[in-house]
């Protein structure tokens, strides 16, 4: 135990500017993070085009019209005249659009008295974007409604009240009941693409510790281990606690990060914690298991560098591979479990990842099996 301590203590010493690199590591993830997430929002949001029909030519519809467009940042194509439903019928079928709707006459007038105007909408089978739609225009009817009412049934005043929310930049939020939330969703895209970065940059982090190993074998210290009383799995856990007592500082800043911006992950911190330990300890372990497979350092940089970039574009780390050909190699690669892990439960929050975490963990079992065997490994 005495030599497992020793072991981490000299490497953490040897490498404590890993620590700086660490929290720039997790500055730089949180970065990703937020960007993928205000892109998500941005796709959930430009994403729908819709087709508008506008019979009533109030200041209502128009004040709508321009919501759906400022606020919303919806694509919208409106279209007159006796064949304007033709027209958007055939957008509608060339998947151009997501739905079809239909301002009835006396639109203004009904909220102004008081009543509930209908809407129609025609879609096809794009239920999420039909769902999100709909949703959004409840929402304004509602706002709308209570603006009507402030207006006490007068068609000017209803237009003012219009007009001041608008200058005013009063954005209406979604209801806890809506069908589509789409925080959530841009929430799962930032953590997505946030996780594919964390594959990447935790394989670049634990390069050090082969490098660090390829330094001892250059300078003599390994030899000298090799014929002391130090045991293989003394020197492999002290190298291992060494970088993951570094790694650790990268993981703690990205759960922080969750924590704090309260994330809908559909996925509990603590299986995210898990996960990306576990995957920083496989990282660890191959690039033990390499530096003691090779001699020169540009030798094992390359192989390193060049495993980490194959694997986890083959793994889906950057993008899902869906079903092609390379998605049947995927299964092959460690950051294929680091990824479904992360898309299983954005796709059903109780999804039971325990095979992910098990098969990760062998695979990382076995890189660290080969290393302390080639510990013990004579050098010619």
């Known amino acids: 135990m005495r030599s497992v301590f020793l072991i981490c203590r000299s490497n953490i010493r040897r490498s404590r500017y890993l620590i700086i690199l660490a929290v720039l590591a997790a500055g730089l993830l949180a970065v990703v993070f937020f960007g993928g ?4 929002k941005a796709d959930a949001l430009s994403g729908v085009s819709v087709g508008v029909i506008d019979h009533d030519k109030s200041a209502v519809s128009e004040d709508m019209v321009r919501y759906m467009e400022e606020r919303l940042q919806m694509r919208v194509l409106a279209s007159e005249g006796e064949n304007a439903f033709r027209e958007l019928k055939s957008e509608l079928l ?4 997501s739905v ?8 203004e007038e009904a909220l102004l008295a008081g009543r509930a105007p209908e809407i129609t909408m025609t879609g096809l089978d794009d239920y999420e974007n039909a769902a999100f739609t709909e949703s959004y225009l409840e929402n304004y009817l509602s706002r709308t409604a209570m603006l009507a009412r402030a207006a006490g049934g007068d068609r000017e005043k209803l237009a003012a009240l219009l007009e001041e929310a608008k200058e005013g930049g009063r954005a209406i939020r979604i209801h806890n009941g809506s069908r589509v ?4 969703a841009a929430d799962e895209g930032g953590f997505a693409l946030m996780s594919g970065f964390f594959a990447m940059i935790g394989g670049g982090l634990s390069l050090f510790t082969g490098l660090m190993i390829l330094e001892d074998k250059q300078n003599g210290t390994f030899k000298r281990m090799q014929g002391s009383n130090v045991k293989p799995r003394d020197y492999v856990a002290g190298t291992t606690l060494g970088g993951i007592s570094i790694a650790v500082w990268m993981v703690a800043g990205v759960l922080a990060l969750l924590w704090v911006t309260g994330a809908d992950l559909n996925i509990p911190l603590w299986i995210v914690g898990v996960l990306y330990l576990e995957w920083m300890l496989f990282n660890m372990g191959f690039q033990m298991m390499t530096a003691h497979l090779v001699k020169s350092s540009w030798v094992h940089i390359t192989i390193c560098v060049g495993f980490v970039s194959i694997t986890n574009i083959l793994g889906g780390a950057f993008f899902p591979l869906g079903d092609n050909v390379l998605a049947r190699f995927s299964a092959l690669t460690p950051s294929y479990y680091l990824m479904e892990t992360v898309y299983g439960f954005q796709n059903d929050p109780g999804y ?12 990382t079992v076995l890189t660290y099996l080969i290393a302390a065997v080639a510990f013990v490994r004579k050098e010619d």
């Open 94 to 97: 060339d998947c151009r659009i």
């Open 37 to 40: 997430r205000s892109m998500g």
């Open 352 to 363: 039971a990842c325990g095979r992910n975490l098990l098969i990760l963990l062998l695979m």
């Open 100 to 107: 079809i709707l239909e301002i009835p006459e006396g639109f």
């Open 181 to 184: 939330d789409v925080q959530k």
